[in-house]
């Protein structure tokens, strides 16, 4: 084998042009690097890795405190962040329209907070929502609670107040009065005790010894607006004779239903009731008052004595529901 030389050949690296640009006219730039102070002025610091845990573990303290602390601003704020319903009644009044509205409105707590400290009312808070239970029972439901109160007496107990409370569901009402006794303490005011009246009852007049005379309109009246308007054939017709004839409380109320059903949500009510010739009898017109329709239907009544003879008419309303 051929022994021959060997060339090595080192190539030295040429040093690189410098970047050019050029402008529109075609001119060329020679780019040259150039240290800028005020960037490296700004530069971002060194990062040290306890400094960065300390100020987390800071910013995490500050966060607890105010996690803690701002509670305690908001419970200690002024009046005007309370809730309306949480603060004391001013009148006598209020006081009493808190005690009947909140316990006949699901929410006993804040009928409890009515009370005077010291009170042990005959018709408790859990009483009012029973009521309400019962009714809402009875008509299927609840969807509003009306209230009205008389004037303020003054009594031996404190201050009388007279109250009702409607209980309604689509139209249909039923009512229950109260009589609640408030105390008056530096001005504010709590319920002492709520009772509910007793029933009147025919008593023996003293001085003639009869009993006091019984109104036939009346009775015509109270027999109608208890099943048209309060929806109630039960206590209508505890107030038939033992001998009735013709349409009784229950049919009535049959009829109504399914006028109801046909017109919608129905606001029923007398439109006047006047004498008829015979003794003891009377024509009326009650209206029903639908969601779709109004209609107003006459109907004959008798009465005898203290209770409902008969009833008669409404033929349009009895024969649509047959």
């Not at 029972?137 to 509003?144: P, S």
């Not at 017709?237 to 009735?244: D, H, L, N, T, V």
Request: net charge negative; glycine share 8%.
């Amino acid at each position: 084998m051929r022994k021959g030389l060997i060339r090595r050949t080192i190539r030295r690296a040429r040093p690189s042009r410098p970047a050019t640009v050029a402008d529109t006219s075609g001119k060329r730039y020679r780019v040259v690097p150039a240290d800028d102070p005020e960037t490296a002025a700004y530069a971002d610091p060194p990062r040290t890795w306890p400094r960065v845990a300390t100020m987390a573990g800071a910013w995490a303290l500050v966060l607890a405190l105010g996690s803690w602390i701002a509670p305690a601003f908001a419970a200690s704020g002024s009046e005007e962040n309370q809730d309306p319903r949480d603060q004391a009644a001013t009148d006598a009044e209020g006081a009493a329209l808190r005690y009947l509205r909140y316990g006949s409105n699901e929410e006993t707590d804040r009928a409890e907070d009515a009370l005077c400290d010291d009170a042990s009312p005959e018709i408790t808070p859990s009483d009012l929502d029973a009521m309400r239970q019962s009714y809402a029972d009875e008509l299927g439901g609840i969807t509003d609670i009306d209230l009205t109160t008389g004037d303020p007496v003054p009594s031996s107990d404190g201050i009388a107040i007279a109250g009702t409370v409607s209980y309604i569901y689509q139209g249909t009402q039923r009512h229950e009065e109260f009589l609640v006794t408030v105390q008056e303490y530096d001005g504010t005011y709590c319920v002492s005790d709520a009772t509910q009246p007793a029933a009147e009852i025919p008593t023996a007049t003293p001085d003639e010894g009869q009993t006091q005379e019984i109104d036939s309109q009346e009775v015509a009246t109270d027999f109608l607006r208890t099943v048209v308007a309060d929806r109630n054939p039960a206590t209508a017709e505890a107030m038939q004779c033992s001998a009735f004839t013709g349409i009784t409380a229950q049919d009535l109320d049959d009829a109504i239903t399914e006028w109801v059903a046909v017109n919608g949500a129905t606001t029923g009510y007398l439109n006047g009731i006047s004498p008829a010739e015979a003794d003891g009898a009377f024509e009326t017109e009650i209206v029903l008052q639908g969601e779709l329709n109004q209609e107003s239907f006459t109907f004959q009544i008798a009465v005898d004595g203290d209770c409902v003879a008969s009833l008669e008419g409404g033929d349009d309303l009895m024969n649509a529901a047959d």
